[in-house]
């Protein structure tokens, strides 16, 4: 579906609500900067993603509006330099979930007043948008940016051609990559949860007591995520 097919149909205003909301996103997060494009370089275009998606405790229509910038046109070595992103494979998974089952069943049977989460699964909202992009890239306006621009009360600084990304955005080379590297630091940061990556699988996360107990472990994928542990450590 295209932008002029989404907004000439009967759901417009549900589409431009949802894109309006997408580049909230953006803007709440400072991945787009206005700014001037230097000479020799270019700007990177953009397409907005339509798709309705059904909320399962509703099961309520949600008009999901995507922007996407088109990585095809970055060059490497110029807008982008790594972009490599594992994800947990099938087998990892299950064993997480079978070492949860086998906690669980441990801890009932010794009498422990700990609560255990056997498996608690969450999505990362706009997951990109929270990951560094060390690279300059910019980007052109994404559709119905004045208008939006108009509702919203903002006014772009005088002759104001394009946009500089602040932070890695769907559809960038690099944005997997990126993402994956912000995650897994924080997961291992000494001063938050302090787990521990798998050797044998990048996705897997486990943190031990000082007994050597297995108190929380996790498999990423992508902005998906899947957790198990005590209560008080998920």
């Known amino acids: 579906k295209t932008t002029k097919q989404a907004l000439s149909g009967k759901h417009a205003d549900e589409w431009k609500k949802g894109m309006f909301k997408e580049y909230d996103n953006f803007l709440n ?7 001037f494009l230097p000479s020799g370089r270019r700007k990177i275009r953009l397409k907005n993603i ?5 909320d399962q405790l509703t099961k309520q229509w949600i008009f999901k509006v995507r922007n996407v910038t088109m990585g095809f046109m970055m060059l490497p070595g110029v807008d982008y330099t790594e972009s490599f992103a594992p994800t947990v494979m099938d087998p990892s998974l299950l064993t997480v979930l079978a070492v949860s089952l086998y906690r669980y069943k441990q801890l009932k049977d010794s009498g422990s007043t700990r609560k255990w989460i056997i498996a608690s699964s969450f999505n990362v909202e706009a997951a990109f948008l929270n990951s560094d992009l060390e690279e300059v ?19 772009l600084p005088d002759g104001c051609d394009c946009r500089k990304a602040g932070a890695s955005q769907y559809g960038m080379v690099q944005a997997a990559h990126n993402w994956n590297k912000k995650f897994s630091a924080t997961l291992t940061n000494p001063k938050g949860p302090n787990m521990k990556m798998c050797e044998s699988d990048q996705c897997v996360y486990v943190k031990h007591d000082a007994d050597g107990n297995i108190i929380l472990l996790g498999a990423n994928h992508i902005d998906n995520n899947l957790h198990a542990g005590f209560e008080d450590e998920v």
């Open 50 to 54: 339509y798709k309705i998606k059904i």
């Open 29 to 35: 997060r400072d991945a787009w900067i206005p700014d």
């Open 137 to 155: 890239i910019y980007l052109e306006f994404p559709e119905l940016f004045p208008e939006y621009c108009e509702s919203q009360k903002l006014k």
